[in-house]
């Protein structure tokens, strides 16, 4: 198949380009590069021993994402676009809302005008908001509670409405978990811009010396040690799972979510100390209070990916951690040279 994929060059997307690559698909990238480089699509073509197009352009204009739909003929769309970081999006909640939404409305017209009627959504566990109980299920009602939460809730409605009112639509609405590492090559990993807001980024940082310590969110939570437990899932794996996904939906119209996680938890601390085998030595940290809006623990019920998708996490947490030390030993300042 011929598949666009938007937000293409970022983190998630570069390495599900590669997987499609690797998978015998065509891919067109739609990236604005607000938070990637370029370079990324680069390695991947490297990796790959072939290279998807790449389209520089944003989602907020309607006129470019004509003539993409135009001038490609693309059987599904794989939709990463949008903009990620929580505390930002409580700051500036237009900007947010105006470039999430508005940029998934711009796609999902463009894509109706053209018969391209199959899109795989990046969601996120987030949607859970803070009543569920744990394990998430997937039938559970959601409610997100930062704005974007909500912008990945309200794109969940827009996509099961829309299917709703057209038979024809074929939707996979994923609910990614904590995605970490990079590929195990160390050439394609994930660059955040400014200082790290997750985890796994943030000790990457302080191995290489650009962060003094790590500062653990809360150490008396009511877990095994006392810090947060999450759903850590190896950013290959997490690839792999839109190829499933996207071959599930293709023949099947209707929309479907999926949680995509490994059903784990695992802590702050037990995170650091396998990165720490990774380096080979210990990590300075200093364990301070909880991070406002934190939850104690969440993870995956996997269960539905597995029995509808024949998808499963593979790796563990110590190869989370060993591929990304890896990526961020060989790349210190992520894409940028110098
Ligand atoms: P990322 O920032 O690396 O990738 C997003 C890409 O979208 C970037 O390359 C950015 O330049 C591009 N983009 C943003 N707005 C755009 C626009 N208007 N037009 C064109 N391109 C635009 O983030 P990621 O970690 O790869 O996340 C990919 C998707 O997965 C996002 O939608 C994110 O919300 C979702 N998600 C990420 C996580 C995570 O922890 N990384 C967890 C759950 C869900
Ligand atoms: C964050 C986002 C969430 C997103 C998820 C997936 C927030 C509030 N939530 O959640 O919307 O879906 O990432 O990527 O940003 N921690 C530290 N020190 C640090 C950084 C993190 O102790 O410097 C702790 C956190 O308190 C948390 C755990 O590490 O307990 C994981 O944090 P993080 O990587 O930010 O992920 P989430 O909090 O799950």
Do not use: C
């Amino acid at each position: 198949m011929k598949i666009l994929v938007t937000g293409g060059t970022g983190y998630i997307g570069s390495h599900t380009v590669l997987a499609l690559l690797e998978s015998g698909h065509e891919v067109v990238v739609v990236d604005n590069l607000v938070n990637s480089s370029e370079e990324s699509l680069r390695r991947v073509a490297e990796l790959a021993g072939k290279a998807a197009v790449f389209v520089e352009a944003d989602l907020l204009d309607e006129p470019a994402l004509e003539s993409v739909f135009g001038q490609h003929s693309v059987d599904a769309v794989i939709h990463f676009a949008g903009l990620k970081a929580v505390g930002e999006s409580v700051q500036q909640p237009l900007a947010y809302y105006h470039n999430n939404i508005v940029g998934t409305l711009n796609l999902l017209r463009a894509m109706d005008a053209h018969d391209v009627r199959s899109i795989v959504f990046s969601s996120s566990a987030t949607v859970y908001g803070e009543h569920n109980p744990i394990p998430y299920i997937e039938k559970m009602e959601i409610g997100a509670n930062n704005p974007y939460g909500r912008t990945k809730e309200q794109i969940e409605d827009i996509l099961t409405d829309l299917g709703a009112a057209d038979t024809r639509w074929h939707v996979a609405l994923l609910r990614y978990f904590n995605p970490v590492g990079a590929h195990p090559s160390g050439r394609i990993g994930e660059d955040p811009q400014g200082i790290p807001n997750n985890l796994v980024p943030f000790i990457a940082q302080v191995a290489v010396g650009r962060r003094e310590k790590l500062m653990v969110f809360g150490g008396d939570y009511d877990t095994p040690d006392g810090t947060a437990l999450r759903d850590y899932i190896h950013v290959v794996d997490l690839a792999d799972g839109h190829v499933a996904a996207l071959d599930y939906v293709a023949t099947r119209p209707g929309v479907h979510r999926w949680n995509l996680g490994s059903g784990r938890g695992t802590s702050v601390l037990e995170m650091l100390h396998s990165f720490e085998k990774a380096v080979g030595h210990a990590l300075p940290y200093e364990i301070t209070s909880r991070r406002p809006g934190d939850l104690p623990a969440f993870w995956a019920d996997a269960s539905s990916a597995l029995a509808d998708l024949g998808w499963s996490t593979t790796k563990t947490i110590d190869q989370m951690t060993e591929d990304h030390w890896r990526w961020q030993k060989n790349n210190p300042n992520g894409y940028n040279a110098s």
